[in-house]
């Protein structure tokens, strides 16, 4: 019993780790971040804070939380050779592609913050990493338009600089719509963190053979990608365009539910919820709010919510309680802010680096800490004697 919460004792056996960051009741479909649900903060506050918050423990006070965003700021650069990793890459790379190369080359560049062992050392790859990876994924962009890179404005905040250098030319003045700044720091919010996630357990397992917090990150990145977890924004979004209108919703949802059809309603079903996925709910009033303050009437949006709809009347997804997951909402705003679907994911990874941090940060200061190994039940054959191949 650790406060308001107590633990089954089979659940503490099953538990890959402790954790004091992020608690999900799937059946209720609760997520806290330190104690603080979800829609209070992506409500209320910003995506700073809650980068703060997940580091620290606590919500920082005016002063905290201006430091904390100044250092942020003055790690937005990035090594300038590193510009010429992009140039090494096709023009049609998958943004992610580009994104799992980069950040696992960091280390190559940043010696002075690969020592896990040296406290102040962990605190600067933090940062380093929450700072660049808007750099990182904005040059990846401009790279797949060829456009020119453009250069951090630290005038700016985390969020607003993220989008002028995604989508500002040098030709013309940029000033980023507060509507947009403030639809995208609300997406990086409900993306921060997520407890024992694929791509958070795969950081966590990296880190607990002491492998550099760039190479980590980069693991993380690379099991994001898949369409099961992070890549489902990008395949929800082009499900929803495929649809097209309502009416094909029924073949879709028939499919969906053929066990000999591979096909998956995209943004739908959780591991762990089994309940409206909270952050759902967020998105599915940002995405109209979003759309009716840029005037935009997209038809997926329309298209989503009749799915939606249909899913949840739907005795099968009422049987094996399947709702709508953080991926089903997304990709309409995305879409409505300009970014091509390619960019969905490496959006996740630039919002989930706060959170595979701040786990990694949790696992390494550990001093109980081991490597992680996972074991399996064995269900190949028993032990036999070789036999040379002359007699096979
Ligand atoms: C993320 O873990 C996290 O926290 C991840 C994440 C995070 O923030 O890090 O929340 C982000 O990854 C969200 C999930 C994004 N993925 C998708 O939207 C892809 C579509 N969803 C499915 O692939 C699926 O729901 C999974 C992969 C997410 C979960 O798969 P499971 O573990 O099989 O889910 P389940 O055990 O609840 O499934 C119960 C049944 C199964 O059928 P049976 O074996 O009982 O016959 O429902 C079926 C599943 O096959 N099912 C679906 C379905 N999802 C599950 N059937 C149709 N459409 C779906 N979307």
């Not at 590193?82 to 010696?111: E, K, N, Q, W």
């Not at 380093?128 to 790279?143: D, F, S």
């Not at 607990?208 to 990608?225: D, E, H, Q, R, T």
């Given at each position: ?7 089954d ?9 402790w954790?004091?960051l ?10 806290l ?14 995506f ?13 006070g ?6 904390f965003?100044n250092t942020?700021?003055?790690?937005t650069m990035?090594?300038?050779q ?10 049609d ?7 799992c190369?980069?950040?696992g ?5 940043y ?14 790859a933090?940062?380093?990493?929450i ?20 250069y ?6 985390y ?37 024992q ?7 966590r397992l990296?880190?607990s053979?002491?492998?550099?917090p ?5 693991a993380g ?5 898949g ?8 395949a ?15 073949e879709y ?19 762990v ?11 599915s ?16 949006l ?36 300009g ?17 595979w941090v701040?786990?990694?940060n ?6 109980e800490?081991?490597?992680?190994r996972?074991?399996q ?13 002359a007699?096979?």
């Amino acid at each position: 019993t650790t406060g308001a919460f107590t633990y089954d004792p089979g659940f503490t056996s099953t538990a890959s780790c402790w954790s004091k960051l992020t608690y999900i009741d799937g059946d209720q479909g609760i997520l806290l971040h330190r104690g603080y649900p979800i829609d209070q903060l992506a409500e209320q506050s910003s995506f700073m804070e809650v980068a703060y918050l997940l580091l620290n423990g606590e919500l920082p006070g005016k002063a905290e939380l201006e430091t904390f965003t100044n250092t942020i700021t003055r790690h937005t650069m990035l090594h300038e050779q590193l510009s010429t990793f992009y140039r090494g890459f096709r023009r049609d790379a998958h943004p992610m592609a580009i994104m799992c190369g980069v950040v696992g080359a960091l280390s190559a560049f940043y010696h002075d913050s690969t020592d896990i062992n040296d406290p102040q050392q962990r605190v600067i790859a933090s940062h380093r990493l929450i700072a660049k990876m808007p750099t990182i994924a904005a040059m990846a962009y401009k790279y797949s338009v060829g456009q020119p890179f453009v250069y951090p404005d630290n005038t700016l905040s985390y969020t607003a600089n993220f989008l002028k250098m995604t989508f500002s030319v040098p030709a013309e003045e940029y000033v980023p719509d507060p509507v947009i700044v403030d639809a995208m720091d609300k997406i990086f919010i409900l993306h921060a963190d997520h407890e024992q996630n694929a791509s958070t357990s795969t950081v966590r397992l990296a880190g607990s053979s002491g492998a550099n917090p760039f190479a980590c990150i980069a693991a993380g990145i690379a099991c994001l990608w898949g369409p099961a977890h992070g890549g489902a924004n990008e395949a929800a979004l082009n499900m929803l365009r495929e649809i097209g209108t309502p009416d094909r919703i029924p073949e879709y949802i028939a499919r969906a539910k053929n066990k000999d059809d591979p096909f998956r309603l995209m943004g739908f079903g959780h591991r762990v919820y089994k309940n409206f996925d909270p952050r759902a709910k967020v998105l599915s009033k940002a995405a109209s709010d979003v759309l009716d303050r840029l005037g935009i009437s997209d038809p997926v949006l329309d298209t989503a919510r009749e799915l939606e709809q249909i899913a949840l009347k739907d005795q099968y997804f009422i049987d094996k309680k399947l709702y709508p997951n953080v991926d089903f909402y997304s990709g309409v705003i995305l879409s409505a802010i300009g970014f091509p679907t390619t960019m969905f994911t490496v959006l996740f990874a630039l919002a989930r680096t706060v959170g595979w941090v701040a786990q990694w940060n949790e696992m390494i200061s550990d001093p109980e800490q081991k490597i992680g190994r996972p074991r399996q039940l064995y269900t190949g054959p028993t032990q036999r004697d070789y036999v040379p191949v002359a007699q096979r």
